[in-house]
């Protein structure tokens, strides 16, 4: 028995000097050359924004106001998750075991690379690609929040089937059924209610990522944003960001409930 805890204590205290170590290498590659003395009187200026918003701006009629910008940021999230959870139906398929394969098959290990290649690229730099291909706009936030989606949901949706209860599936084959039918009658049903969850999860992230698109010209509301930081409207800002996180909390909220249902 004091063996085992001297062995206990031994790796605690290793792993508790790798933490140490690694701290230490990272705080060594910052480069902080000290609060600017302007910060400050930039910080009571934020935060007096946020305080006072600029309230006329919630809505004008010239569909560049807040509410526009936050249906269209929500548009942007919608289309780009809800169409990536379509495509990525086959990269999930590709990239999960079957219930008999071994822990290395070719099939499922290339699956796997291609939906990590995909989730490399972050939106914003999918966003600035797809800018340069289609033009500044709502559709260059689509196309990155869909093509960075498909690399996330693919991996969730993967992870799910190789996870889910087979014995559905091996009933139907032990009395004839063919794949297509199995895939039908079985697998679907069985896995459907948490691919809709992982969707739904997926939205909330896309919300806060279509957030910012706009900042490189994607569409949404993260144009005006960078446009109230640079020209130091605070007020403007204040009231972006009070929207931002109305919208993010309220899809939160009902996505976390539908979630729940689901599950």
Known sequence: ?????????????????????????????????????SAGQVLNA???????????????????????????TLAIAFLGTFSSAVLSLPFAFWAARGP??????????????????????????????????????????????SIHSIGMLGKLFSEA????????????ISVGANQPQTLVMATLPTILPEFLSYTLYQFEIAVRSASILGMVGAGGIGTPLLFAIQTRSWQRMGIILIGII????????????????LV
Do not use: C
């Not at 918003?53 to 919630?58: G, N, R």
């Open 100 to 145: 008999h394969e071994r822990h290395r098959h070719l099939r499922s290990t290339t699956g796997k690379f291609v939906i990590i290649l995909i989730r490399t690229f972050p939106e914003i730099v999918l966003a600035i690609m797809f800018i340069k291909a289609v033009g500044p706009g709502s559709f260059a936030g689509v196309l990155a929040v």
């Open 1 to 37: 028995m004091k063996q085992k805890n001297s062995k206990h204590l031994s790796a605690v205290f290793f792993w508790l000097l790798v933490i140490v170590l690694i701290y230490w290498w990272s705080f060594q590659s910052l480069d902080f050359t000290g609060v600017k003395s």
């Open 161 to 172: 089937l190789e996870n889910m209860d087979y014995r559905a599936s091996e009933a139907l």
């Open 246 to 261: 109305i919208m993010v909390t309220l899809i939160d909220l009902l996505s976390g409930t539908l979630r729940k249902r």
């Open 46 to 72: 934020m935060i007096h924004g946020l305080i006072h918003p600029d309230w006329q701006y919630v809505y004008d009629g010239s569909g560049e106001d807040l509410l526009s910008l936050i249906l269209q």
